[in-house]
């Protein structure tokens, strides 16, 4: 029989378990290419190699090693957070990446019982929204407006 020794590690580790084998098996689907042209599922593939590999060295810890035990779950975290991506994912089109992405930091600050909005948080803000738009957008000249259809 198999002693668990440590609940949180054995947990996560099942968890980037899972996460890596569907991206593994969503990016085979993707051409794979070569390190030098690389293609599609290259950096899916890559990514959810790590995330297994982690995953497993995870479980043995917790296998292994004594650990925390599980806590219970803040439902209330897990709620906003999945409540931030599901807006972003329906505000970047219309409303474009700054006002997405100002609702997704707003709502995943929500879930938190520490924040408070005040000035330090509102020059964080304006200085991540700025810093995504700059690199994904102009940076990296991916194709989502900045601006969206709300604000013509």
């Known amino acids: 029989m198999i002693r668990i020794r440590g609940e949180k590690d054995l947990g996560i580790g099942a968890i980037y378990l899972a996460l890596g084998l569907v991206g593994f098996i969503v990016a085979r689907d993707y051409s794979f290419g070569t390190a030098g042209r ?13 995330l297994m590999v982690f995953g497993i060295a995870t479980v ?17 975290g897990l709620a906003f957070v999945t409540l931030s991506v599901c807006a972003f994912g329906f505000l970047l ?12 930091i707003l709502i995943c600050a929500a879930a938190s019982e520490r924040f ?37």
């Open 38 to 50: 690389m293609g599609p599922g290259y950096f899916p593939t890559v990514i959810s190699s790590l």
């Open 116 to 152: 408070r909005f005040d000035i330090r948080a509102v020059v964080g803000l304006v200085a991540l929204v700025v810093f995504c738009v700059a690199v994904f957008v102009e940076g990296l000249g991916l194709p989502m407006p900045i601006f969206g259809e709300w604000f013509r």
């Open 60 to 76: 043995a810890k917790g296998l292994l090693r004594d650990g925390e035990p599980l806590g219970s779950i803040n439902w209330k």
């Open 93 to 104: 089109e219309t409303a474009g990446l700054a006002a997405a992405l100002l609702v997704l």
